[in-house]
């Protein structure tokens, strides 16, 4: 079965720093990658995703995450953090034929101005 | 884009009681679904996952008979707690699995009195 570790469970970053966030997966095959953010009290929103081809995804609101496969990783980064970006993210991967998602702890993003 | 309407987003409701949570997929056919709990400040936790038309599965450690699941077309799936109590206070959140992504519904509080 996929697993998915988030190492880190918060990080405070000053609004116009960059920002990473680190995932690592465990999964004998190439898995399906996603980033989630969630704000409080709603759902989930899609950052980006990763299936196969480029390594390097691009996604909304600035996102971008990088598939290494030899690091078993597939960190999200932003160059420049608004301070709408406060939530909490959240790495996913699906592998299998039943679709499930296994979901990292997450991770809450604080910016301060 | 794909989008899944999740209602109610509040409910209180009294100790003993039931509750109905319905998630629909508003412009596309979801031909699978799941439904999450999140306790505060963790993570997405699966219970069940449904196909439309067939029996829910559950997973290790949810009561199916607490927690009632009817997916009965592909626009649409309900979740039902039956006999309600405060431990089973918490987010519950859907996700539908069609158009080769997955989209989330906005979530349900539920909060047991």
């Known amino acids: 079965a996929q697993s998915v570790t988030q190492p880190d469970i918060h990080i405070t970053v000053s609004e116009g720093a960059s920002l990473e966030l680190r995932c690592n997966y465990s999964?004998?095959?190439?898995?399906?990658l996603f980033w989630y953010v969630q704000s409080p009290g709603q759902g989930l929103q899609l950052l980006l995703k990763y299936f196969s081809g480029d390594t390097l995804v691009q996604g909304i609101k600035g996102f971008e995450a990088e598939f290494k496969r030899s690091q078993s990783s597939f960190n999200l980064r932003k160059p420049s953090v608004h301070w709408s970006d406060a939530a909490e993210y959240f790495c996913a991967v699906g592998a299998g034929d039943d679709y499930k998602l296994s979901f990292g702890a997450g991770t809450t993003v604080t910016v301060r101005a | 884009g794909a989008v899944v309407s999740q209602h109610p987003s509040r409910v209180i409701c009294k100790s003993g009681t039931s509750v109905k949570i319905e998630c629909r997929s508003l412009d596309f056919q979801a031909t699978t679904m799941f439904w999450y709990r999140q306790f505060p400040k963790q993570s997405l936790m699966l219970m069940a996952t449904s196909n439309e038309g067939s029996k829910a599965t559950y997973e290790q450690g949810v009561e199916k008979d607490k927690f009632l699941i009817n997916h009965a077309s592909l626009t649409l799936s309900t979740l039902t707690v039956t006999s309600a109590h405060p431990e089973d206070s918490s987010f519950y959140i859907c996700?539908?699995?069609?158009?080769?992504?997955?989209?989330f519904g906005s979530g349900t509080r539920l909060t047991v009195v």
């Open positions: 996700s539908a699995y069609g158009q080769g992504g997955y989209t």
């Open positions: 999964y004998g095959a190439t898995p399906y």
